[in-house]
């Protein structure tokens, strides 16, 4: 097999394709948030939310990061994200927000195909983030410094020559980052099935899977979810559904899981490139995802 010819050259052809849609969202999203800062909208939304954000360590503004994340992908309050001013502190709790609810309308309907009511997962995303972020503003050192992307005093510029150049530089900055991590993640996906290796590793994580409480019978699904999430992954999570090898009640017992944490190697990856502890981000959301099964179980949820 030719590594270059069957797998290398089609993933960076696919991640060209797909890299240049999520520029298309995330620029002008990014371009349109950095106007709002300058005419002020932003610090009128903080006057209203910094009381109530203030319980998440989070201040007002960044209202518009969490309620963006929860209809778009990650991507997109990413590019928020870049283009405001905050502590590596509040970078940590809007990481692990964001990571819990992103694109929950697309999401959700994926996990309702596979046998989860909508609103079930949606609840349960929404709620989970904000306890995290409430939990994390009570653990998370109070200083921690400054993220890596850019910084820019939005209050020192003056002109909109000067918004559309601070724009710029973070837009090349965050640009830079995506092309490389999903040309990063198609390549390693393309690898996986070229080698058969995801049927291989799904038989591996057996342990894995029992401390978690997920049936063995989900191990693929389990994989297929971390690797390349409930979005991209969604199609092939509902073909193994249709195929009877993973039960309904198999199936939600997952779902459970999934809603927390997903994506891993893209969603850690995305926020460890702006200076976010792997530890922090990863870390919460296995320990919440098993919390969550644990107590499924135990109250024996059913529809």
Not at 24 to 46: E, H, M, N, Q, T
Not at 84 to 96: G, K, Q, V
Not at 129 to 157: C, K, R, Y
Not at 189 to 201: E, Q, S
Request: proline share 4%; hydrophobic share 55%.
């Amino acid at each position: 097999m030719s590594f270059f010819k069957q797998i290398f050259t089609p993933a960076i052809k696919k991640s060209t394709h797909t890299s240049l849609w999520l520029l298309k969202i995330i620029l002008p999203i990014s371009l349109i948030v950095r106007f709002l800062d300058y005419f002020g909208v932003l610090a009128y939304l903080a006057e209203f939310l910094d009381p109530v954000f203030g319980y998440l360590g989070l201040p007002g503004s960044t209202a518009i990061v969490f309620i963006t994340s929860i209809f778009l992908p990650l991507y997109a309050p990413l590019a928020i994200i870049t283009s405001m001013s905050i502590t590596l502190r509040e970078l940590t709790i809007l990481a692990l927000m964001c990571q819990i609810t992103h694109n929950i309308p697309v999401e959700s309907a994926i996990q309702a195909k596979t046998g989860t009511p909508f609103w079930r997962t949606a609840t349960l995303r929404i709620a989970m983030s904000i306890v995290v972020g409430l939990v994390l503003n009570l653990l998370l050192p109070l200083e921690m410094g400054m993220p890596i992307f850019v910084q820019t005093d939005m209050a020192a510029i003056t002109s909109i020559g000067g918004v559309l150049l601070a724009w710029l530089r973070t837009s090349l900055s965050i640009a830079l980052i995506i092309i490389a991590i999903v040309a990063v993640l198609n390549v390693l996906y393309g690898t996986l099935l070229a080698y058969n290796l995801v049927d291989k590793l799904s038989k591996g994580i057996a342990p894995l899977l029992k401390f978690f409480g997920l049936p063995q019978s989900t191990g693929f699904l389990w994989l297929i979810g971390y690797i390349v999430g409930l979005a991209y992954g969604g199609a092939l999570m509902v073909e193994q559904m249709a195929d009877g090898t993973v039960s309904r009640d198999d199936a939600k017992t997952l779902n459970y899981h999934l809603a927390i944490s997903h994506s891993v190697i893209e969603d850690n990856l995305l926020f460890v490139a702006l200076g976010v502890s792997l530890w922090w981000i990863l870390g919460v959301r296995l320990a919440v995802a098993w919390m969550v099964v644990w107590c499924a179980k135990l109250f024996t949820i059913k529809n």
